[in-house]
């Protein structure tokens, strides 16, 4: 099994930043996929960014340009860095890794975008 731990979220203003960070632990090897997900309230759960091990990063439309995800092989951890944030950015995040098809879920962490 595998336990995902997200964290970095928080309230913020239109613009502003945010850093988030995706930690596993238990069996941790072999993470094909790691990735980043959103929920909005009233809305079903999207993608937002993932990145395989060996490929390159995809982004939703929404956040190209604006969003980052990236990796630390050594510590299988991922982040998320969100730049330029809108108020439509509001939702939680989630951390999703998969290994052999299987997919494991953190119990997500808030971003709120609000003036």
């Known amino acids: 099994q595998v336990q995902l731990v997200e964290s970095g979220g928080g309230l913020v203003q239109p613009g502003e930043s945010l850093r988030l960070s995706c930690v596993p632990s238990?069996?941790?090897?072999?993470?094909?996929?790691m990735g980043w997900y959103r929920q909005a309230p009233g809305k079903e759960r999207e993608l937002v960014a993932s990145?395989?091990?060996?490929?390159?990063?995809k982004y939703a439309d929404s956040v190209k340009g604006r969003f980052t995800i990236s990796r630390d092989s050594a510590k299988n951890a991922a982040f998320l860095q969100m730049n330029s944030l809108k108020e439509e950015d509001t939702a939680v995040y989630y951390c999703?890794?998969?290994?052999?098809?299987?997919?494991?879920w953190g119990k997500g962490t808030l971003v709120t975008v609000s003036s």
């Open positions: 990145r395989a091990r060996y490929g390159s990063p």
């Open positions: 238990g069996s941790i090897f072999s993470l094909e996929v």
């Open positions: 999703n890794a998969v290994r052999d098809g299987v997919d494991f």
